[in-house]
Nanobody, 116 residues
Framework: QVQLVESGGGLVQPGGSLRLSCKHS????????MKWYRQAPGKERELVAA??????NYADSVKGRFTISRDNAKNTAYLQMNSLKPEDTARYYC???????????WGQGTQVTVSS
């Protein structure tokens, strides 16, 4: 069982920045991938960014603006979001994929609102 706790969401003006954090329980070495998804009202949940051992992947809509990273010593994944746009407004969810089983776990989400 892996528990994920997100933090760092909030209200920010267009062009601003936020850093989301996702702290997970258990051993970091049991996790194959950490991902960030988002879901806006009335829309499907979409993958924003993913990180495995080294490669990272990003949705086209956030490339060049968002950066995903992991700090294994702190059991934490981050999503640095720069140059935020109103269309980035959504609830952001952290996701962990375990090695071997590829079982997935989800956090409760954190709200990001980009508005002037």
């Amino acid at each position: 069982q892996v528990q994920l706790v997100e933090s760092g969401g909030g209200l920010v003006q267009p062009g601003g920045s936020l850093r989301l954090s996702c702290k997970h329980s258990g051993s970091t070495f049991s996790i194959y991938a950490m991902k960030w998804y988002r879901q806006a009202p009335g829309k499907e949940r979409e993958l924003v960014a993913a990180i495995t051992t080294v490669p990272t992947n990003y949705a086209d809509s956030v490339k060049g603006r968002f950066t995903i990273s992991r700090d294994n010593a702190k059991n934490t994944a981050y999503l640095q979001m720069n140059s935020l746009k109103p269309e980035d407004t959504a609830r952001y969810y952290c996701n962990a994929v375990l090695k071997g089983t590829y079982r997935e776990y989800w956090g409760q989400g954190t709200q990001v609102t980009v508005s002037s």
